[in-house]
C-alpha cells in the first residue's frame, strides 16, 4: 500500500546510545520532514527536506541528525539518546508548492532509559 | 513555538450531536489543515483550507476560515462514536518551504 513507512514501531534505549529511526515513503513526494509528539506539547517539528541532498532544521533540532541521499528515505539519526529524547516520532510527506495535506507514518515510540 | 492552539482542549458530547473545535493561530498563513489522530495511530488528512477560502465542506466536516480574526472552526455534524480521537490543527505558513506548525489539539469523545 502507498504510504509512509516507519521503522521500528518501539525501541527501547539507553542513554548515550545511538540509533536511526528509518522512513520511507512511494508516494515520489519531495518534501518530507520528521516531527515528535509529547504530552500536552501537539507535534514539533525537528528535521525536514525538500528534497534529495537538501535538509534543514525545525524548531527543535538538538541532538538529531538526518540526511535526504534519495526522494523515498528520509532517516532520523539520534547521536546520543538522552532521556529528554523520551517520545512518539512521526515522519511525514507532502507534494511541493504547499497547498497538500500530510502523509503520516504509524510512528515510532522510543524509550530513553 | 505552537502556532495553533485549539479550543476546547477536550470535548464529551453523545451520538447524533454536532462537535465543534476551534483554532487560532498567530502569523500570516498559506492554509490552514485539520488532522485526526485515533489512539496510538499517526495524523490523518482531514481537509485543508487556502487563505483565500472562508468555508469549505468534506462529508461531514465543515472548516471556516477567517483571516481577520486569525482563527479557524471545524465543525463535524452527526457525530459517531468512531469519531473519536484528537483532532489537531496546522497551519502552513506564506513564506519560504512548506512546514507545517501543529496546535495541541483538542480530544473529542463520542459517547454511543
Known sequence: NAGVTQTPKFQVLKTGQSMTLQCAQDMNHEYMSWYRQDPGMGLRLIHYSVGAGITDQGEVPNGYNVSRSTTEDF????????PSQTSVYFCASSGMGGGYGYTFGSGTRLTVV | SQQGEEDPQALSIQEGENATMNCSYKTSINNLQWYRQNSGRGLVHLILIRS???????????VTLDTS???????????????TASYFCATEGSSGYSTLTFGKGTMLLVSP
Open chain 2, 52 to 62: 483565500n477560502e472562508r468555508e469549505k465542506h468534506s462529508g461531514r466536516l465543515r
Open chain 1, 75 to 82: 532517516p532520523l539519526r539520534l547521536l546520543s539518546a538522552a
Open chain 2, 69 to 83: 480574526k486569525k482563527s479557524s472552526s471545524l465543525l463535524i455534524t452527526a457525530s459517531r462514536a468512531a469519531d
